[in-house]
């Protein structure tokens, strides 16, 4: 098994197949305009197979497609169908802002997808448009619906929660939640990026997300999934399914994280908060074998001792912290 610096093992590829989004969420990509990657760095689905079945083999067995939006990318059901067949590939997961997602979930149901995440960050319309700048909410949530109408589960709601913008929404997207059979999960406003003027003053803790949960529907805590997912998981006491918290801010998991990123012009990331990567498209656009890959990647992640939201916390302790120097 392939562990690294502080014994934590591969098992979880977060892959972006695209770094264009047709939103622009505050805490995310809040400016109107980006340098995009020339379309001809980015990965084709024959080189992200490749370095999915390397990854596989050395413990991988988890992978999640996320962008940008992930579904600006064209005939994404067939890199899907792709990843399904590969021997290890336990899960495959589609994280998306659900904007185009009505109309392509029927084929990525039919190339194996079981499972999606769904960004909605409030039910009301006019500040859905002010958090995205663009978009339209009822079209995410018939992507949602039909989404479930497929028969994919878990279907996830995920809302990053920031302090006077959807705060007081938190209640409601619960209510939805119980009420249509989704897991809802909430996130603690963090410095994506070093691009949205992150403060410590917008960031809504984890604590305070429970505390208004359980004041109208009292929570029982789970833990998180197999001890290492990113969320905290609670169950409702009445039976009536479960919420999750990613609190990377106020409750780091940075000492079981097995989390890897591939960028959509093939680098290797350790750390998701990390600014730079490690090349692999270099390795396969020259010729590498299968083997020089694999021990390029495995030499990269026995070294590998990041734990950003961790030296975060440590940072914000002390008022030491400053969002626009990250992990390398």
């Not at 969420?25 to 400016?31: F, L």
């Not at 591939?262 to 998701?272: I, N, P």
């Amino acid at each position: 098994m392939l562990v690294d610096g502080y014994k934590r093992p591969i098992k979880d590829l977060r892959i972006s197949v695209t770094d264009r989004c047709n939103f622009r969420c505050v805490y995310c990509m809040p400016h109107d305009e980006y340098e995009w990657i020339d379309k001809k760095e980015i990965l084709t689905f024959e080189e992200i197979t490749r370095l999915a079945r390397l990854f596989a083999r050395l413990g991988v067995d988890k992978i999640r497609l996320t962008g940008g939006e992930p579904l600006m990318r064209r005939n994404l059901e067939l890199l899907i169908a792709q990843l399904s067949s590969i021997e290890g590939i336990k899960d495959i997961c589609v994280t998306t802002n659900g904007s185009l997602l009505a109309d392509k979930v029927a084929g990525f149901k039919a190339a194996g997808l079981k499972r999606i995440n769904v960004s909605v960050d409030t039910l009301k319309p006019e500040k859905f448009k002010e958090i995205c700048k663009r978009g339209d909410l009822d079209k995410v949530l018939e992507g949602l619906f039909a989404a479930q109408k497929q028969g994919l589960h878990p279907i996830k709601v995920n809302a990053v929660i920031e302090r006077g913008v959807n705060d007081d929404d938190i209640v409601e997207l619960v209510e939805f939640s119980r009420d249509n059979g989704f897991f809802m999960r909430f996130i603690e406003y963090m410095d994506v990026g070093n691009t949205n003027s992150w403060t410590s003053e917008k960031l809504v803790s984890k604590k305070e997300i429970v505390e208004k949960i359980n004041a109208r529907f009292p929570l029982r805590e789970v833990g998180r999934e197999n001890g290492s997912a990113p969320a905290v998981d609670y169950e409702f006491v009445d039976g009536r399914g479960e919420v999750g918290i990613v609190a990377s801010v106020t409750e780091p998991f940075c000492s079981t994280c097995n989390r890897a990123r591939l960028t959509a012009d093939g680098k290797l990331v350790t750390c998701l908060f990390s600014s730079t990567g490690h090349d692999l498209k270099a390795l396969l656009r020259g010729g590498s074998s299968d083997e020089e890959i694999l021990n390029f990647i495995t030499g990269i992640w026995q070294v590998r001792k990041d734990r950003y939201s961790s030296e975060r916390l440590e940072a914000l302790q002390s008022s030491t912290y400053d969002p626009k120097h990250t992990s390398s």
